[in-house]
């Protein structure tokens, strides 16, 4: 997907309060990925002759890659005014997709913030060893953490004593892998690859403006620019900044 950079002046949009509109997301966002989790586990028997299992798999992961976004949302504090209830939604979000520690993650994603593309910052790749592999690899060396992966381990152990190890491997397992890749290839990756001009204070790009294609691949971090430059709006929002960016 072709990227852009922004202008080093681009309008912003205000901050408006959230209300219950975050929090009404979340839980939009964590009943649709429960309810089909639930229904494609112990109900779905698939016919892999046909293409209905390969897109409830997209569909399955396109949800695991919300419960991530609204995790990262909660670290910014735009899922909900009230604290307590934010981080809560924040550690639920993240724990569910494959058993990432909230409070872990927190510090780490400010930093990458604070020190875009420096040596400082965890998400930073230094280009020697260019391409998406080598940049994907020091990535998930930095996020997944042993306990995660034991815990995911003893977790599909217990879950294919109830149901078919083929749905627990594909419905389960597979979208959280996906969606990791998905979030790190236009969250990550398309946006800060590459160099960057000195004017850019964010070491980011955007994808061009198309907001069905921004919210299918990652529910508009595609705008990447736009999130570095207002990162007090939620997701949803983002799609406004790029208009207001053109």
Sequence with gaps: ???????????????????????????LILTAWALLLAYLLAFYRPNWQTPAPYLLLLVQTHLYTGLFITAHDAMHGVVSPNKRLNNAIGLLTAGLFAFNWFPGMLPKHHAHHRHVATPDDPDFHDGRHPGFLWWFGRFAWNYVTIGQV??????????KLFFPMANVIVFWMVPAILATVQLFYFGTYLPHRGE???????KSRSQLRQHLWAFISCYFFGYHYEHHDQPYLPWWRLWQAKEANG
């Design 1 to 27: 997907m072709a990227q852009s950079a922004a202008a080093v002046s681009t309008p912003r949009l205000k901050p408006t309060p959230l209300g219950y509109k975050g929090v009404a997301v979340a839980l």
């Design 196 to 202: 960057h001009a000195a004017s850019n204070p964010h």
């Design 150 to 159: 034991l815990l995911m381990a003893a977790t599909y152990n217990v879950l």
